[in-house]
């Protein structure tokens, strides 16, 4: 069971990125999947997730109106449109899944899920 984060890299303020998210070894329809990041001296934070199925996707305050998640299930993938960056945003970012629970408030801040990527850097320069 494998998840591989790509697309992170160095983007000025107010740029784009959007960081894909493959998986080998499991069905991604059949988990609940998430972003999470860890920027640099702070706590690991949600940041989006959806249901199983790519349902009731659900995002951070700080996120909210700029990032956008989004599933292809037939290439068995997840991605992260990531519109608007502030230097804020840079962060080591996290794609995760779990066969359990949902993507609800409480889910997406409790960064508690069984299956980790080896995360991406994005760094956004002022």
């Known amino acids: 069971v494998q998840l591989v984060e790509s697309g992170g890299g160095l983007v000025q303020a107010g740029g784009s990125l959007r960081l894909s998210c493959s998986a080998s070894?499991?069905?991604?329809?059949?988990?609940?999947i998430g972003w999470v990041r860890q920027r640099p001296g702070k706590e690991r934070e949600g940041v989006s997730c959806?249901?199983?199925?790519?349902?009731?996707?659900l995002y951070a305050d700080s996120v909210q109106g700029r990032f956008t998640v989004s599933s292809d299930y037939y290439n068995n993938k997840v991605y992260l449109q990531m519109n608007s960056l502030k230097p804020d945003d840079t962060a080591v970012y996290y794609c995760?899944?779990?066969?359990?629970?949902?993507?609800?408030?409480?889910?997406?801040?409790?960064?508690?899920?069984?299956?980790w990527g080896q995360g991406t850097q994005v760094t956004v320069s002022s």
């Open positions: 959806i249901e199983r199925s790519g349902t009731n996707p």
């Open positions: 070894g499991l069905g991604l329809y059949g988990y609940r």
């Open positions: 995760v899944a779990d066969r359990q629970g949902g993507c609800g408030p409480y889910d997406l801040k409790n960064t508690n899920y069984e299956t």
